[in-house]
């Protein structure tokens, strides 16, 4: 079943323990969480202090997104402040074998993400290891962009890479997830939706977060039912 994942970066930070409350109210099943640190990405936003406060702040699982040019010092840090999901960029690791082994090691579940540019095919061999990948349907840097259409391309592929290697890893998507964007993006496979400003921008996260969870369950099912009567049509 699709899940929503809030992304606190569009959050009211003054108020932001309860701005999570109200959207794990509203359906939100993990709390995502953007890492920037003004080199990989041009922007520069929190750290393992936020993630500690956070952590006494919701049971939710913290996916933490490293946008980073050197996450394997920080991974560490992460882990000690409550993490329980680290994503990585594969173009920021030069070891990414290594640098997933770490984030095991630490007990989270790792992650990787894909920039715009990056192809799904890349990162086949290390897909057994992965707890998500995480495809970025906008740049990295900046909340409130718009979806690039493309995106709904690599999620198809890493759904068939997926079947065809039998494994089980779910797929997650960032940036522009909004009422306009999620009926597609769920019906092109992807199960976590992360979304900052469909949630928080408009000042009440709990009936946005609600609203933007119902728009794609409904697009869930009304996938399901076209394929289960594309099967039997074949049957037929």
Same mark, same amino acid.
Do not use: W
């Given at each position: 079943? @699709?899940?929503?994942? +809030? &992304? =606190?970066?569009s959050a009211d930070f003054s108020r932001l323990a309860d701005e999570v409350a109200a959207a794990e109210r509203g359906g939100g099943t993990a709390i995502h969480v953007d890492v920037m640190d003004g080199h990989f990405v041009p922007n520069l936003t929190l750290g393992p202090p936020v993630v500690k406060s956070l952590r006494k702040a919701t049971k939710l699982p913290l996916d933490c997104h490293l946008m980073m040019a050197n996450p394997n010092d920080f991974i560490a840090a992460f882990a000690d402040a409550g993490a329980d999901w680290v994503s990585v960029h594969y173009e920021a690791c030069p070891h990414l074998h290594r640098t997933l082994e770490l984030i095991l090691s630490?007990?989270?579940? +790792?992650?990787?993400? %894909?920039? +715009? /540019?990056?192809?799904?095919?890349?990162? @086949?061999? =290390?897909l057994p290891?992965?707890?998500?990948?995480?495809?970025?349907?906008?740049? +990295? *840097?900046?909340?409130?962009?718009?979806?690039?259409?493309? &995106?709904?391309?690599?999620?198809?592929?890493l759904v068939h890479m997926r079947r065809e290697l039998g494994l089980q890893f779910k797929i997650e998507v960032d940036g522009g997830v909004a009422h306009?964007?999620?009926?597609?993006?769920?019906? /092109?496979? /992807?199960?976590? %939706?992360? $979304? *900052?400003? /469909?949630?928080?921008?408009?000042?009440?996260p709990e009936r946005d977060a &609600? $609203? %933007?969870l119902a728009a794609a369950r409904q697009a869930e099912d009304l996938d399901s039912a076209s394929r289960m009567a594309d099967e039997k049509s074949k049957i037929h």
């Open positions: 079943m @699709v899940e929503l994942l +809030p &992304s =606190i970066l630490r007990g989270m579940r +790792p992650g990787v993400v %894909l920039n +715009p /540019a990056t192809r799904v095919d890349l990162m @086949v061999e =290390i290891m992965v707890h998500h990948v995480l495809i970025m349907s906008v740049n +990295p *840097g900046f909340g409130g962009q718009e979806f690039i259409p493309f &995106s709904l391309g690599k999620i198809h592929r306009d964007t999620v009926a597609a993006i769920v019906q /092109a496979g /992807a199960e976590l %939706l992360v $979304a *900052g400003n /469909a949630v928080f921008g408009g000042g009440n &609600s $609203a %933007l």
